[in-house]
């Protein structure tokens, strides 16, 4: 079982930053390969981001290269999401999930955060 928690969402301008969060519970964390998630308003929840066990391979959806990066502290059992440049289309609830198998973590998560409101004005 791993219990994960998001933070670091708030209300930022539009070109501005935010770093998200997400710890997890338990001594497996480098078992599990983690993502990012994030749902709009009337939208389905959509990939953003993914990361390996190691930290050694990144996935990033189309609409966040060049802006967002994913990156993982295994020490400190930790997944990170920096959004640079953000856009208002990007104001969403943000999900970390995580799985053990780094190839379905897009399709087949197996747990997942409560989401953290990133909200941005134009």
């Known amino acids: 079982q791993v219990q994960l928690v998001e933070s670091g969402g708030g209300l930022v301008q539009a070109g501005g930053s935010l770093r998200l969060s997400c710890a997890a519970s338990?001594?497996?964390?480098?078992?599990?390969?983690m993502g990012w998630f994030r749902q709009a308003p009337g939208k389905e929840r959509e990939f953003v981001a993914s990361i390996s066990r190691s930290g050694g391979s990144t996935i990033l959806a189309d609409s966040v290269k060049g802006r967002f990066t994913i990156s993982r502290d295994n020490a400190k059992n930790t997944v990170y999401l920096q959004m640079n440049s953000l856009k208002p289309e990007d104001m969403a609830v943000y999900y970390c999930?995580?799985?053990?198998?780094?190839?379905?973590?897009?399709?087949?998560?197996?747990?997942w955060g409560q989401g953290t409101q990133v909200t941005v004005s134009s």
């Open positions: 338990g001594r497996t964390f480098s078992s599990y390969a």
């Open positions: 999930a995580a799985s053990p198998s780094y190839s379905s973590l897009r399709t087949d998560a197996r747990y």
